[in-house]
């Protein structure tokens, strides 16, 4: 499904496993949840953003980049994965941060993630949370090409159609593993952000003949933003496999309503839905994706979306670093 021709380079561990969730289907009551472990991609504690740069470095080097240059919150995993693959390919990164969520607890903007970037390698510009990121990449380019590099520059998220491509692929392994468990797949839930894994999932999925609906659930624009973004990328990556399937703006399905008070805040919600994968499943969750996602799917079981009888996929799209930036709001 992947044409040879695109360039790629080969760095995920994949496929990454699919697991029932047992126990937290049991304590639930209603449907059998299964886990794809895409917090498992391997490159560096993992994640969803290593499937889009096997696309995205290749894509950097054919054009003989020689800098990596992307933008995210504080705690972005994003960054994190795009430093740690610049260095694996030898290429600089430099990377700008937001301070786009209002936490100033002892060591957010220097554990977790950003420590690791630290680590990595990465040059790190903070800036201040109501700065336009694609102004800044721009201006962050320019500097570099000024001091006589070579910038390819990622939007957030790494959501280009080239990303996308990563989530064609995962919607593949999980087709294939579906059917070698002889498991039907009713609905995939998963964290949508800048929208590049829910358009490559419906694409994947399209293409192999498969109408499994797939839920995003924001982790913090409204539902219309991230759907037409989510769609137009759907059209562009259709383009770029050169396939003939269509996604209708009706089938991009994302809830808005599991967010909270904004993007990196805490809820509730999220707080149990991390606590109930830890006690019952050892699973860690993240407070700004994962958890919010999952408290989106018990919320769902719970009001009878899901029922008893279906087998629903959550997509564990990563950002467990981020667990050590929230420490205090997640320590019993
Ligand atoms: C980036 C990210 C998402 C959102 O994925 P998009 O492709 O940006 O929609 C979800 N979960 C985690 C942990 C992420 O880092």
């Known amino acids: 499904m992947l044409p040879d021709t695109i360039p790629r380079s080969r760095f995920c561990h994949t496929p990454t496993p699919l697991e029932p969730m047992t126990a937290l289907s049991r304590h639930l009551g209603g449907p059998n949840l299964f886990v794809k472990r895409d917090d498992c991609t391997g490159m560096a504690l993992g994640g969803n953003k290593t499937r889009k740069l096997e696309f995205l470095v290749a894509e950097a080097m054919a054009s003989g980049a020689d800098t990596l240059v992307t933008a995210g919150g504080v705690q972005s995993n994003h960054c994190r994965q795009t430093a740690a693959v610049a260095a694996r390919h030898g290429l600089r990164c430099e990377l700008v941060?937001?301070?786009?969520?209002?936490?100033?607890?002892?060591?957010?903007?220097?554990?977790?993630?950003?420590?690791?970037?630290?680590?990595?390698?990465?040059?790190?510009?903070?800036v201040s949370g109501d700065t336009i990121p694609a102004i800044e990449l721009e201006?962050?380019?320019?500097?570099?090409?000024?001091?006589?590099?070579?910038?390819?520059?990622?939007?957030?998220?790494?959501?280009?159609?080239?990303?996308?491509?990563?989530?064609?692929?995962?919607?593949e392994e999980l087709v294939r593993q579906g059917s070698d468990s002889s498991l039907t797949v009713d609905a995939i839930v998963h964290c949508t952000g800048s929208g590049a894994t829910q358009a490559g999932l419906l694409v994947g999925l399209a293409v192999l003949g498969h109408q499994t609906p797939v839920v995003g659930?924001?982790?913090?624009?409204?539902?219309?933003?991230i759907e037409a973004r989510v769609h137009e990328l759907c059209g562009e990556t259709i383009t770029k496999l050169g396939a003939s399937v269509v996604i209708k703006r009706e089938q991009v399905d994302v809830l808005g309503g599991y967010v909270g008070p904004g993007y990196g805040l805490p809820t509730e919600a999220m707080r149990e839905a991390i606590d109930?994968?830890?006690?019952?499943?050892?699973?860690?969750?993240d407070p700004?994706?994962?958890?919010?996602?999952?408290?989106?799917?018990?919320?769902?079981?719970?009001?009878?979306?899901?029922?008893?009888?279906?087998?629903?996929?959550?997509?564990?799209?990563g950002g467990v670093p981020g667990l050590f930036a929230y420490e205090d709001v997640l320590s019993p």
Do not use: W
Not at 142 to 160: A, H, L, N
């Open 276 to 285: 109930l994968c830890a006690r019952l499943e050892a699973l860690l969750l």
């Open 97 to 126: 941060l937001s301070r786009n969520v209002a936490r100033n607890t002892p060591g957010y903007d220097r554990t977790g993630n950003v420590l690791l970037d630290r680590m990595f390698g990465a040059e790190l510009h903070f």
């Open 288 to 317: 700004v994706y994962t958890g919010k996602a999952m408290a989106g799917l018990i919320d769902l079981v719970r009001t009878g979306r899901f029922r008893a009888g279906q087998n629903v996929v959550f997509v564990h799209t």
């Open 139 to 171: 201006r962050l380019a320019e500097d570099i090409r000024e001091r006589g590099g070579r910038p390819y520059v990622m939007p957030i998220g790494g959501s280009t159609a080239t990303g996308a491509l990563g989530y064609v692929g995962c919607a």
């Open 217 to 225: 659930i924001s982790s913090a624009e409204p539902s219309d933003v």
